[in-house]
């Protein structure tokens, strides 16, 4: 009894020696349910009145070898395990994974070895991964954010100030100059505006050096057409008023031409009109010498004509 119980201790030795995990359990069972050996701090045996007595695993103090040899007991028992069986089962609310493997030699043992290994053995170090990756990432987004930060301001200053300038010339001061920029491309873009800035300066002092030009030249061409208007009008008041010379002298050629006929017939006939004139009125005086006291009705009709006035006024018919 000796000799096995020293030889069990070595195998609890050595399965404690495995150091499979920190809460991992390892250990040796027989057929029967006895326990052999286990990897844990609590002994597989028992001092009874100073007598050692095996241990029944499901008797163990160590609650995950109580647990497994329980649940082992109670769905197929240690006797029907003939080959590797894997299972989980949750021991004081953790998760274990358990391997069982039957080990037999030719000396007739039949042993059950029993490796549970917690949950968390597997998943420390992917847990530890995990929250090492999400401290990084959230490192990774501070510093970037940061940086991010810095290099919008950074970005955003020479924009700020080309925004500035920009404002300025819409405004009317052309006279504009942008700081260079300790950025490449913002520096090109400040070079770029500063020679658009000093281009339109000069296009715009031509302008408006072509604006006084224009307003001289257009002032001049209003001199001229003013000019040109009055000189126009001078013109067609001189047309308007040869028009009406000219019609005026086509009326009085007309008129004239018209009174010319008749005046041209009177004319010619006037000298038989006086000479029949001068010898009616010779006849009458004549008349007159012979008869110097004519009837009054002929009296009436000399009074009538006024013959004494004819008389006077043509007197050289009388003197015939």
Same mark, same amino acid.
């Given at each position: 009894?000796i ?13 404690r020696?495995?150091?499979i ?8 069972v ?8 286990n ?6 045996f028992? $001092?009874?009145?100073k007598?050692?007595?095996r $241990?029944?695993?499901i008797?163990?103090?160590n ?13 197929n ?11 989980? /089962? ?22 059950l ?5 917690p949950?968390?053995t597997?998943m420390a170090?992917?847990?530890a ?5 999400i ?8 510093i ?6 810095f290099?919008?301001r ?16 819409a405004s ?10 300790n ?5 090109t ?19 408006e050096?072509?604006?006084?030009? $224009?307003?001289d030249?257009v ?12 000189e /126009? ?8 008023q ?5 019609? /005026?002298?086509?009326?009085?050629a007309?008129v004239?031409h018209e009174?010319n ?8 006939n ?9 010898d ?11 008869n110097?006291?004519p ?5 009436m009709a000399?009074?009538?004509?006024? $013959?004494e ?12």
């Amino acid at each position: 009894m000796i000799a096995i119980g020293i030889h069990l201790l070595k195998l609890s030795d050595f399965l404690r020696s495995l150091n499979i995990s920190q809460s991992g359990q390892v250990f040796l069972v027989e057929r029967d349910g006895t326990l052999i050996a286990n990897s844990g701090t609590e002994m597989p045996f028992a $001092l009874v009145n100073k007598e050692v007595q095996r $241990l029944r695993a499901i008797d163990s103090p160590n609650p995950v070898i109580h647990t497994i040899a329980e649940h082992i007991q109670t769905t197929n028992g240690f006797q029907a395990i003939a080959q590797d069986t894997d299972f989980q /089962l949750e021991i004081q609310g953790e998760q274990y994974f358990v391997h069982v493997v039957p080990w037999r030699d030719e000396y007739g043992l039949d042993w059950l070895l029993v490796v549970s290994v917690p949950e968390n053995t597997f998943m420390a170090q992917i847990n530890a991964n995990t929250r090492t990756t999400i401290a990084l990432c959230f490192a990774a987004l501070a510093i970037a954010s940061i940086m991010g930060i810095f290099t919008s301001r950074l970005i955003a200053r020479p924009i700020l100030r080309l925004n500035r300038a920009s404002e300025a010339m819409a405004s009317g001061n052309l006279d504009q100059t942008v700081e260079a920029s300790n950025i490449q491309e913002l520096n090109t873009l400040s070079n770029s505006f500063n020679h658009m800035t000093g281009r339109m300066s000069e296009l715009f002092t031509a302008l408006e050096h072509s604006k006084a030009e $224009l307003e001289d030249r257009v002032e001049e061409r209003t001199v001229d057409l003013k000019n040109t208007l009055a000189e /126009l009008q001078r013109t067609q008041a001189q047309v308007v008023q040869n028009e009406k010379m000219s019609s /005026l002298g086509q009326l009085v050629a007309g008129v004239a031409h018209e009174i010319n006929n008749p005046v041209n017939f009177i004319h010619g006939n006037l000298a038989h009109v006086q000479e029949c004139t001068e010898d009616l009125l010779a006849f009458v005086q004549l008349y007159q010498q012979h008869n110097p006291h004519p009837a009054p009705e002929i009296q009436m009709a000399a009074e009538d004509i006024d $013959l004494e006035f004819c008389r006077k006024t043509y007197p050289g018919c009388w003197l015939r």
